[in-house]
């Protein structure tokens, strides 16, 4: 299936893999250019959420694509914590609760971390309506899904 096939699925987690992809980069890019930024002003708590936002690119990276998971060296317990995020519904919740966090940036200074927060709680939205729609997860194939993680081992 091609990436345009899925897409025309109309399948909401899919929409929301695709966006937590979007909300990978754009946490891993903001969080560094706002350390970067804030480091001149020496704004603590900004410095802080944008570590926060750049860990958060990495947990978004090994969750939505779960090739990952077997080529790279994780430890049992990391793995285990991942596996747990694979329903529609535990999904929507990991996202929400990285957008929250995200969005309690706003509480010391308005920064580009908002963008971020947005994509995030658009990603846990799609999750949402997917569960609420009663469609099972399913993983794009491009980004490791459906058997791709079984054709190298």
């Given at each position: 299936?091609?990436?345009?096939?899925?897409?025309?699925?109309?399948?909401?987690?899919?929409?929301?893999?695709?966006?937590?992809?979007?909300?990978?980069?754009?946490?891993?890019?903001?969080?560094?250019?706002?350390?970067?930024?804030?480091?001149?002003?020496?704004?603590?708590i900004?410095?802080?959420?944008?570590?926060?936002?750049?860990?958060f690119?990495?947990?978004?990276?090994?969750?939505?694509?779960?090739?990952?998971?077997?080529?790279?060296?994780?430890?049992?317990?990391?793995?285990?914590?991942?596996?747990?995020?694979?329903?529609?519904?535990?999904?929507?919740?990991?996202?929400g609760?990285?957008?929250?966090?995200?969005?309690?940036?706003?509480?010391?200074?308005?920064?580009?971390?908002?963008?971020?927060?947005?994509?995030?709680?658009?990603?846990?939205?799609?999750?949402?309506?997917?569960?609420?729609?009663?469609?099972?997860?399913?993983?794009?194939?491009?980004?490791?899904?459906?058997?791709?993680?079984?054709?190298?081992?």
């Amino acid at each position: 299936m091609t990436l345009k096939e899925e897409f025309q699925t109309r399948n909401f987690s899919i929409y929301g893999q695709w966006l937590g992809i979007l909300s990978m980069i754009l946490c891993f890019a903001l969080g560094l250019s706002n350390i970067i930024s804030s480091i001149f002003s020496l704004n603590i708590i900004i410095i802080a959420f944008s570590v926060v936002a750049m860990v958060f690119s990495f947990v978004i990276l090994f969750v939505e694509v779960p090739l990952l998971l077997r080529i790279c060296p994780t430890s049992s317990s990391f793995d285990a914590a991942i596996r747990k995020i694979s329903t529609n519904y535990m999904r929507a919740g990991a996202y929400g609760v990285m957008a929250l966090v995200l969005w309690l940036s706003c509480i010391s200074a308005r920064t580009s971390l908002i963008a971020a927060a947005v994509f995030l709680t658009l990603t846990g939205m799609c999750y949402g309506l997917a569960g609420a729609k009663g469609q099972a997860f399913v993983g794009s194939k491009t980004l490791g899904g459906a058997g791709v993680a079984q054709m190298i081992v």
